[in-house]
């Protein structure tokens, strides 16, 4: 038997209708704030993903399903949205109306990670990018947003980790001092982060390797070496956080697993998930429009793991997989061709309805109705032929109830309208 992929899953009924939940809700929320959905395809470039998430990134260097495409170039299924979203931007020129734009995204994203609980090869996000303003109002509104969405599915134990990366101007200074101090530590770090430290020290400081951490526990943080632009925008942000109530922590050690950011990062995670935490990351990245040939526009977004956060739906509200409404039992040929025109006349009508073609004892029938938690059974046979009444019973209550054949889709609608 031909099995899943390893570190792919299949969503499944019930569970879908949880999916359907988190998606849905976050649609409702997100457009009450301004953003419309973009939907970009699952397959780019790969030079899209080397120039915005870095060559030197964890992503980039090993976790790409990547492939010929036709004449040489490289095609990569999507690790991460913020890229396309990017490009379409920028593609499609959507600043020229009003440089400020807000999208979302729903969608499958793909890494080939080592898999693990929480961690999948096949994973989905929730995206939100808002391009065109550098505010540092704009981040509050963004964390809000995220916050709220949250409460909305009735999240808690959640906690919001806040850092500032700078900018080109004031994190070379950063790098610089963490390289040299990590140079003396080479000896300590994983292969990986030896590698790392030459291309991009900063990299060392997310990895989740204990030798590793313990190298950079007493590295120098960025914070201390912010400009004053960054300085003050980042206060800004902590000051409006702060105005709207919501608790954050400072994490100088948050430098997320991808190069393009700038400024704000923040990270949301929560207690009840082990060791991946991370609920939704997220952060400004204000160069990457213009690096990627796009006019010089800040941006600033977030992504949600979505499977994660069903997880923590899950635990609190179980997925409501109503029954049908009407279960169509028909006994004998003369019965089932009846019942099948019935049911699809009544599905269309808007009635969840089950039709049951095997042809098996009523008894049967009404086993299998009890256990799809039917509402009604209409129960038709050759004598109900004869008699031009179906007899239509009440699971719950067992009352029965004759309908005229000749009138039936309309009298069942009339029964439950
Ligand atoms: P990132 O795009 O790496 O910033 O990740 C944003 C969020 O996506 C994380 O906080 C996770 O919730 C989720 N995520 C990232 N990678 C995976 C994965 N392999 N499996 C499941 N969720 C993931």
Redesign the pocket.
């Not at 090869?121 to 939100?128: E, L």
């Given at each position: 038997m031909i099995q899943l992929v390893r570190g792919f899953k299949d969503i499944l009924p019930p569970e879908t209708a949880v999916w359907r939940h988190v998606e849905n809700t976050a649609r409702e929320h997100f457009e009450k704030f301004g953003f419309r959905e973009m939907r970009p395809p699952v397959l780019e470039q790969t030079a899209l993903f080397q120039r915005s998430i870095g060559e030197h990134t964890d992503?980039v260097e090993k976790e790409m399903y990547t492939f010929a495409g036709s004449r040489d170039t490289m095609l990569t299924l999507r690790p991460?949205a913020t890229a396309s979203v990017v490009r379409a931007y920028i593609q499609h020129k959507l600043y020229a109306a009003d440089p400020v734009c807000k999208f979302y995204t729903i969608g499958p994203?793909f890494?080939r990670?080592r898999p693990q609980k929480?961690?999948?090869?096949q994973?989905h996000?929730i995206n939100a990018e808002v391009f065109g303003i550098d505010s540092p109002y704009i981040d509050v509104q963004l964390i809000f947003m995220l916050m709220t969405y949250f409460s909305r599915l009735s999240v808690t134990g959640l906690s919001v980790h806040l850092n500032s990366l700078g900018c080109p101007e004031c994190r070379p200074a950063y790098r610089q001092k963490l390289s040299e101090m990590l140079s003396d530590r080479t000896g300590d770090l994983c292969e990986d982060c030896v590698r790392r430290l030459e291309k991009n020290p900063l990299r060392v400081l997310d990895c989740k390797k204990e030798p590793c951490r313990n190298a950079v526990s007493d590295a120098p943080s960025m914070l201390d070496f912010l400009c004053g632009d960054c300085r003050s925008h980042f206060r800004a942000v902590q000051a409006a956080l702060d105005a709207i109530d919501i608790p954050y922590e400072i994490d100088p050690r948050l430098v997320?697993?991808?190069d393009y950011y700038t400024r704000t990062a923040f990270?949301?995670q929560t207690e009840e998930l082990g060791a991946?935490n991370?609920?939704?990351?997220?952060g400004r990245y204000d160069n990457l429009v213009e690096m990627l040939g796009g006019p010089s526009q800040p941006a600033i977004g977030f992504?949600?793991?979505a499977?994660?956060l069903v997880e923590l739906v899950e635990t609190k509200i179980p997925a409501p997989e109503p029954g049908p409404v009407i279960f169509l039992a028909p006994m004998g040929e003369a019965a089932m061709e009846l019942a099948a025109k019935w049911a699809c006349l009544l599905s269309d009508a808007g009635v969840r309805t089950e039709a049951d073609f095997s042809g098996r004892s009523l008894k049967a029938l009404m086993r299998r109705a009890d256990r799809l938690g039917a509402e009604n059974v209409l129960i038709v046979g050759d004598r109900e032929i004869e008699q031009n009444e179906a007899i239509l019973r009440n699971m719950k209550t067992r009352d029965q109830k004759s309908l005229p054949m000749d009138r039936l889709v309309e009298s069942v609608l009339e029964h439950e309208g």
């Amino acid at each position: 038997m031909i099995q899943l992929v390893r570190g792919f899953k299949d969503i499944l009924p019930p569970e879908t209708a949880v999916w359907r939940h988190v998606e849905n809700t976050a649609r409702e929320h997100f457009e009450k704030f301004g953003f419309r959905e973009m939907r970009p395809p699952v397959l780019e470039q790969t030079a899209l993903f080397q120039r915005s998430i870095g060559e030197h990134t964890d992503i980039v260097e090993k976790e790409m399903y990547t492939f010929a495409g036709s004449r040489d170039t490289m095609l990569t299924l999507r690790p991460e949205a913020t890229a396309s979203v990017v490009r379409a931007y920028i593609q499609h020129k959507l600043y020229a109306a009003d440089p400020v734009c807000k999208f979302y995204t729903i969608g499958p994203m793909f890494r080939r990670e080592r898999p693990q609980k929480g961690r999948y090869r096949q994973f989905h996000q929730i995206n939100a990018e808002v391009f065109g303003i550098d505010s540092p109002y704009i981040d509050v509104q963004l964390i809000f947003m995220l916050m709220t969405y949250f409460s909305r599915l009735s999240v808690t134990g959640l906690s919001v980790h806040l850092n500032s990366l700078g900018c080109p101007e004031c994190r070379p200074a950063y790098r610089q001092k963490l390289s040299e101090m990590l140079s003396d530590r080479t000896g300590d770090l994983c292969e990986d982060c030896v590698r790392r430290l030459e291309k991009n020290p900063l990299r060392v400081l997310d990895c989740k390797k204990e030798p590793c951490r313990n190298a950079v526990s007493d590295a120098p943080s960025m914070l201390d070496f912010l400009c004053g632009d960054c300085r003050s925008h980042f206060r800004a942000v902590q000051a409006a956080l702060d105005a709207i109530d919501i608790p954050y922590e400072i994490d100088p050690r948050l430098v997320r697993g991808l190069d393009y950011y700038t400024r704000t990062a923040f990270e949301i995670q929560t207690e009840e998930l082990g060791a991946q935490n991370a609920v939704a990351g997220g952060g400004r990245y204000d160069n990457l429009v213009e690096m990627l040939g796009g006019p010089s526009q800040p941006a600033i977004g977030f992504a949600i793991g979505a499977d994660r956060l069903v997880e923590l739906v899950e635990t609190k509200i179980p997925a409501p997989e109503p029954g049908p409404v009407i279960f169509l039992a028909p006994m004998g040929e003369a019965a089932m061709e009846l019942a099948a025109k019935w049911a699809c006349l009544l599905s269309d009508a808007g009635v969840r309805t089950e039709a049951d073609f095997s042809g098996r004892s009523l008894k049967a029938l009404m086993r299998r109705a009890d256990r799809l938690g039917a509402e009604n059974v209409l129960i038709v046979g050759d004598r109900e032929i004869e008699q031009n009444e179906a007899i239509l019973r009440n699971m719950k209550t067992r009352d029965q109830k004759s309908l005229p054949m000749d009138r039936l889709v309309e009298s069942v609608l009339e029964h439950e309208g």
